[in-house]
């Protein structure tokens, strides 16, 4: 077992956003998340990134407990809907950036690059600069500046949802590809039926500051709380 939640409860002044969360995750496997804008998704993979504290309960990592372990030494990373690259750095550069910190030599900086350049479809870009990328290729980027430090876990939050529909679908195939060649562990939070169940090796619904994890997409899509069943009548009745 790679992650181990328990318990995490969290309140903002006296209202809760978080109450008493628990799931586990696999080593190279997806969870995904489901749940409406303001359940609590994004709080509660802020905490597994240290970047908010929790009340309550307790974040266990490979068998340990990184509670009190500060955001920059817990090596999760966090990715949301918007790129955030250094716009002053080309594509090649802002994958590399983790490398270069790192003092690695320029004959790994340039292997692994390129590597991930080629993964990510960026070969051709990878003189560009920021402001010359669409958005699916600025979180191209984003995940190959992501990827390059080999994290144990990436948190996805919405990664997808300032993308228009052709791109989006483009970025689940491509994520997905890229997961299984790189071994990722992930946790995909998202308000959209299809992604979600389409991202996820494993499927739960959030609602409320509550996190419900279900067995199997099955048993997901049968419980009417999710508005998976819903969804697939709608469009069959087109």
Same mark, same amino acid.
């Given at each position: %077992? &790679? =992650? ?5 409860? @969290? ?24 749940? @409406? ?21 307790? /974040?266990?990592? +490979?068998?340990?407990? /990184? ?31 983790? &490398?270069?910190?790192? @003092? ?24 560009? %600069? ?7 290729? +600025? ?7 992501? =990827?390059? /430090?080999?994290?144990? =876990?990436?948190? =996805? ?39 979600? &169940? &389409? ?17 199997? @997409? +099955?048993?997901? /899509? ?17």
């Amino acid at each position: %077992m &790679l =992650l181990n939640i328990q318990h995490i409860s @969290k309140q903002f002044s006296t209202e809760p956003v978080l109450e008493n969360i628990c799931l586990t995750l696999n080593e190279n496997h997806t969870l995904s998340i489901l749940g @409406k804008s303001g359940c609590g998704k994004s709080t509660l993979l802020k905490i597994i990134a240290g970047v908010v504290l929790q009340d309550e309960g307790d /974040i266990i990592l +490979k068998g340990t407990n /990184i509670n009190t372990l500060p955001a920059n030494l817990r090596h999760i990373v966090y990715m949301s809907q918007e790129p955030l690259l250094f716009p002053h750095l080309n594509v090649f550069e802002n994958i590399a950036f983790g &490398l270069r910190i790192k @003092k690695e030599k320029k004959v790994v900086v340039d292997t692994k690059v390129n590597q991930l350049l080629a993964s990510l479809g960026l070969q051709s870009h990878h003189k560009k %600069m920021p402001h010359q990328l669409s958005g699916g290729q +600025k979180q191209r980027v984003n995940f190959g500046r992501s =990827l390059i /430090i080999n994290p144990p =876990l990436l948190l =996805l939050d919405e990664p997808f949802g300032n993308l228009d529909t052709q791109t989006r679908a483009e970025m689940q195939r491509l994520f997905k590809q890229v997961a299984a060649e790189f071994n990722i562990a992930s946790i995909f939070v998202t308000h959209d039926i299809k992604e979600a &169940l &389409l991202m996820g090796d494993g499927i739960g619904y959030m609602n409320a500051g509550k996190l419900k994890i279900y067995d199997s @997409k +099955k048993s997901f /899509i049968s419980d009417s709380i999710t508005g998976a069943q819903q969804e697939i009548t709608f469009w069959q009745n087109l």
